[in-house]
C-alpha cells in the first residue's frame, strides 16, 4: 500500500549504533505517555509507556526519557538493528478523557 | 490468536455510497477506538468506546458514525463519504476502560479512497 507520513522527519543511523527519537508533546495535564512503531503495511505496535511521576523506564534495548518540564519525550533504541526501522510516534493520554493524541511520526532509517 | 479484524483492508467507493468498515477483537476487550492517518497529520481519534452501549467523539468524528452493540465489534460508519474521508485507517482496543496504563491492540488498517 501507499507509505502514509510521506513528509515525516527521517533519522538515519548505522546499524550497531544508538538512536534517539524526540517528541514534543502540547498538554501539560497529560499524565501517561507511550511510544509505538509502525511498519509498512501494518498497524503501530506498542513499545514502551512511561507515567508522568516518572521520568525514565527501560525496556529490552529501547529507554523512554520524560521531561515535564519542557514538555519532552525521548525514545532511545540501544544497538539498532534493521528490523528497528519504521516510523516510530509518541502519544499522549491527557487525563481529561479516554483519548490518545499522537505525534507527527519520526522515520527512523537502518544502515547496514 | 490475540487480534484486532478489520474488514474491508482495501476500498475504494463513491461519493456519497454508504459504506462501513468492520472491526472485531477477541480479546474481550471494554476500550475500543478508530483512527486515521493521514500524511503529516499523524494519527487522529475518530470515536471511542469504553464499554458496550457507551461511544465518545474523538478529535475529528464528523461525516463519522460508530455503534457498539456487542463488546467485541465496533464498526465505522460513513453515511455519505467525501474525498476528504480518503485515509487510511485504524481500529483499536484495549482492557479495562481506559487508555491510561493499558495496551492498545491496533488492527492492520484499512485504506479507504472516496472518488
Known amino acids: 500500500g501507499e507509505s502514509v507520513g510521506l513528509h515525516l522527519p527521517t533519522l538515519s543511523v548505522q546499524e550497531g549504533d544508538n538512536s534517539i527519537i524526540n517528541c514534543a508533546y502540547s498538554?501539560?495535564?497529560?499524565?501517561?505517555f507511550i511510544w509505538y512503531k509502525q511498519e509498512s503495511g501494518k498497524g503501530p505496535q506498542f513499545i514502551i509507556d512511561?507515567?508522568?511521576?516518572?521520568d525514565k523506564r527501560q525496556g529490552q534495548r529501547v529507554t523512554v526519557l520524560l521531561n515535564k518540564t519542557v514538555k519532552h519525550l525521548s525514545l532511545q533504541i540501544a544497538a539498532t538493528q534493521p528490523g528497528d526501522s519504521a516510523v516510530y510516534f509518541c502519544?499522549?493520554?491527557?487525563?481529561?478523557?479516554?483519548?490518545?493524541?499522537f505525534g507527527g511520526g519520526t522515520r527512523l532509517m537502518v544502515k547496514p | 490468536e490475540a487480534q484486532v479484524t478489520q474488514n474491508p483492508r482495501y476500498l475504494i467507493t463513491v461519493t456519497g455510497k454508504k459504506l462501513t468498515v468492520t472491526c472485531s477483537q477477541n480479546?474481550?476487550?471494554?476500550?475500543m477506538s478508530w483512527y486515521r492517518q493521514d500524511p503529516g497529520l499523524g494519527l487522529r481519534q475518530i470515536y471511542y468506546?469504553?464499554?458496550?452501549?457507551?461511544?465518545d467523539k474523538g478529535d475529528v468524528p464528523e461525516g463519522y458514525k460508530v455503534s457498539r452493540k456487542e463488546k467485541r465489534n465496533f464498526p465505522l460508519i460513513l453515511e455519505s463519504p467525501s474525498p476528504n474521508q480518503t485515509s487510511l485507517y485504524f481500529c483499536?482496543?484495549?482492557?479495562?476502560?481506559?487508555?491510561?496504563?493499558?495496551?492498545?491492540?491496533f488492527g492492520e488498517g484499512s485504506w479507504l479512497t472516496v472518488v
Open positions: 468506546s469504553m464499554n458496550v452501549e457507551v461511544t
Open positions: 498538554n501539560s495535564a497529560s499524565d501517561y
Open positions: 480479546m474481550n476487550h471494554e476500550y
Open positions: 483499536a482496543s484495549s482492557p479495562g476502560t481506559g487508555v491510561s496504563g493499558n495496551t492498545i491492540y
Open positions: 502519544a499522549e493520554n491527557n487525563n481529561a478523557g479516554n483519548m490518545l493524541t
Open positions: 512511561i507515567r508522568s511521576n516518572m
